[in-house]
């Protein structure tokens, strides 16, 4: 039986980005029942619009899939590996051959004993890539099988991906889009909007996000809340949601410059797309046309706006957390006033 769920969903903004393909402020929606995470996120979407704006950059790109096949012999797969390493373009062609947008770009091979995993890169388009990726190393599996008849099918995917995980391949060699958002922000701006000083920023980020991280044991991810504001824009956008535990991998990286903050998050796996599955609601369509991701442009160019869209939200949203944080009471003042109920108190 087929059941439909409504999330409250408002808009934040709009919000200065810079970078290619920025010409005009942009409006983001943002779907979530917490709240608070609305009026914080758009407080740093206001401080964009009185200053430079939010640099974006893209770094890098790629959907992975990882195949496991197994061998009598580590020498067998050794040969394997030393095979497609010195020539790889039956492999490309294999991977290739199931669609017009997914490109082989890259791959890597890692051998435990008789097990042979080997990750596959893509680039997909305007897609996030999930099924284009999996279809491609599908019929991987099938050239490799054929080719070297002593292998022997593991899985279609082999954790090496790493596909809605915690990982460090992840963050060293990137899943979805690699993008980083920047802004300087003078101080009389952080004093107005932030009701902080720059200084307080570097020190809180370096107690709290950088060495309360090590202490906790995180693993290549040092932040406040990047995962608030991720599954609040991938549930407006028809994303898969279950993406944000690799998204929300990413480092809040602060300094003072002449009196000056700068703000940077560093996001190596965002993993969104503007077509394919999600995408037929017409919310969601909305939601795209409203940030300008459903433009006819050459494929990719929809989907790289969004990751940097994203990036740039995050920014906002991480912002206005920590400078919350900064100033005792703050953050859970804000809580109590804007989620419960007039004359409720707290147990």
């Not at 200065?16 to 758009?42: C, H, M, Q, R």
């Not at 391949?169 to 300087?184: F, Q, T």
Request: hydrophobic content about 40%; glycine content about 8%.
């Amino acid at each position: 039986m087929k059941k439909t769920a409504n999330i409250p969903m408002e808009t934040i903004g709009p919000m200065k980005i810079v970078g290619e393909g920025f010409d005009a402020p942009v409006t983001v929606p943002l779907a979530t029942y917490e709240s608070p995470l609305w009026p914080s996120t758009n407080r740093g979407a206001r401080i964009s619009a009185v200053t430079a704006g939010i640099q974006t950059t893209l770094i890098d790109e790629r959907m992975t899939r990882s195949i496991v096949l197994s061998a009598p012999s580590t020498v067998y797969l050794a040969k394997l590996k030393s095979d497609i390493e010195a020539d790889d373009s039956a492999l490309k062609k294999a991977a290739e051959s199931t669609s017009r947008f997914a490109k082989l770009i890259n791959f890597h091979v890692h051998i435990v004993g008789n097990l042979f995993y080997l990750r596959l890169e893509f680039t997909t388009g305007d897609a996030s890539g999930h099924n284009m990726a999996t279809l491609a190393a599908d019929n991987v599996i099938k050239y490799l099988l054929k080719a070297y008849p002593t292998l022997e099918y593991g899985s279609i995917s082999g954790n090496f991906c790493t596909d809605k995980k915690v990982s460090a391949v992840n963050s060293l060699l990137g899943r979805g889009k690699y993008v980083v958002a920047e802004i300087l922000i003078d101080r009389k701006i952080c004093a107005r909007y932030l009701k902080t000083t720059p200084e307080k920023m570097v020190k809180l980020n370096i107690e709290k996000n950088l060495i309360g991280s090590i202490a906790a044991g995180s693993l290549h991810s040092a932040n406040s809340h990047y995962a608030n504001i991720l599954l609040a824009l991938y549930l407006a956008t028809g994303q898969d949601a279950a993406n944000i535990v690799e998204g929300s991998q990413g480092i809040t990286h602060t300094e003072v410059r002449d009196d000056q903050l700068y703000f940077s998050v560093t996001l190596p796996n965002i993993i969104v797309g503007t077509v394919g599955n999600g995408k037929d609601f017409d919310f969601v369509k909305e939601n795209l046309a409203l940030m300008g991701c459903n433009d006819d442009n050459a494929p990719a160019v929809n989907a790289r706006r969004l990751a940097m869209i994203t990036a740039a939200t995050v920014l906002c949203g991480e912002l206005s957390c920590l400078a919350a944080q900064t100033n005792p009471g703050e953050l859970i003042g804000s809580h109590l006033r804007i989620e419960r109920n007039k004359g409720e108190t707290c147990a």
